[in-house]
C-alpha cells in the first residue's frame, strides 16, 4: 500500500516559472524524501527532511514539513527544461527501513 | 566511482518460469534494498539485504526471494511468473543506518 499522495497528479509550466508539488501521508514519520525519476528510469535522491525540521534548501529546491497536517512541499524554483520528470516524496517511519512512496507528480516544463 | 549497477537492462519472459535479477551496489554501500514498480504507480518495497540476511519485507508472497553476497551484491528471484509480475524492477543501496539511497537504472522485467 502506498503512504503518500502527491498533488497535483500532472503539473505543466513554462520555463523560468516555479514549480509547486505537494505530499501528504498517513501516519507518523521518521523522514521524508524526495526523488526525481526520468522516462521511468532510476529514481534520484533530491532532498531529505527529518521529521524535527520544518523546512530544507538545497539549490533551487526547497521542501517544507508540516508534521501537524502530514504534508509536505517540494518547491522548485525558476525550473528549466531540464526539470521535466516525475517526482515523488517517499516516507520512512520509525524503526522501519523501507521507503514507502506515492504515486508521483509529473511535472512538464516547456521551452 | 561506480552508482549502483543493475543487469539485465530489459528482459522479456514466459508465464510460469523464473528469473533472476542482479544488483551491484554503490561502492562503500551495504544495504541493499529491492522495490517493484508499476506502469503509472510509485515503488512498491519489495525487501532490504544486509549482512547477508533479510532484514525487512514488504507485502510480496513468498514467490519473491532474494540473496546478498558477502561483496553486497544481491539478486532478485521471481519463481512462477505471473503476468502481474511484468513492472520496472529497481535496486537500491544505502550505507549503513543512513537514508538517502542511491538507485540503479532499474530491470524492465515483461512477462508474456
Known amino acids: 500500500s502506498q503512504q503518500g499522495e502527491e498533488d497535483p497528479q500532472a503539473l505543466s509550466i513554462q520555463e523560468g516559472e516555479n514549480a509547486t508539488m505537494n505530499c501528504s501521508y498517513k501516519?507518523?514519520?521518521?523522514?521524508l524524501q524526495w526523488y526525481r525519476q526520468n522516462s521511468g528510469r532510476g529514481l534520484v535522491h533530491l532532498i531529505l527532511?527529518?521529521?524535527?525540521?520544518r523546512e530544507k534548501h538545497s539549490g533551487r529546491l526547497r521542501v517544507t514539513l508540516d508534521t501537524s497536517k502530514k504534508s509536505s512541499s517540494l518547491l522548485i524554483t525558476a525550473s528549466r527544461a531540464a526539470d521535466t520528470a516525475s517526482y515523488f516524496c517517499?516516507?520512512?517511519?520509525?524503526?522501519?527501513?523501507?521507503?514507502?512512496f506515492g504515486k508521483g507528480t509529473k511535472l512538464t516544463v516547456n521551452p | 566511482d561506480a552508482g549502483v549497477t543493475q543487469s539485465p537492462t530489459h528482459l522479456i519472459k514466459t508465464r510460469g518460469q523464473q528469473v533472476t535479477l542482479r544488483c551491484s551496489p554503490k561502492?562503500?554501500?551495504?544495504?541493499v534494498s529491492w522495490y517493484q514498480q508499476a506502469l503509472g504507480q510509485g515503488p512498491q518495497f519489495i525487501f532490504q539485504?544486509?549482512?547477508?540476511?533479510?532484514?525487512q519485507r514488504g507485502n510480496f508472497p513468498d514467490r519473491f526471494s532474494g540473496h546478498q553476497f558477502p561483496n553486497y551484491s544481491s539478486e532478485l528471484n521471481v519463481n512462477a511468473l505471473l503476468l502481474g509480475d511484468s513492472a520496472l524492477y529497481l535496486c537500491?543501496?544505502?550505507?549503513?543506518?543512513?537514508?538517502?539511497?542511491?538507485f540503479g537504472s532499474g530491470t524492465r522485467l515483461t512477462v508474456v
Open positions: 501516519t507518523s514519520i521518521n523522514n
Open positions: 539485504y544486509y549482512e547477508e540476511e533479510e532484514r
Open positions: 561502492s562503500g554501500h551495504d544495504t
Open positions: 517517499a516516507t520512512v517511519q520509525g524503526g522501519s527501513e523501507k521507503l514507502v
Open positions: 537500491a543501496s544505502s550505507p549503513t543506518d543512513l537514508y538517502g539511497y542511491t
Open positions: 527532511i527529518r521529521s524535527n525540521e
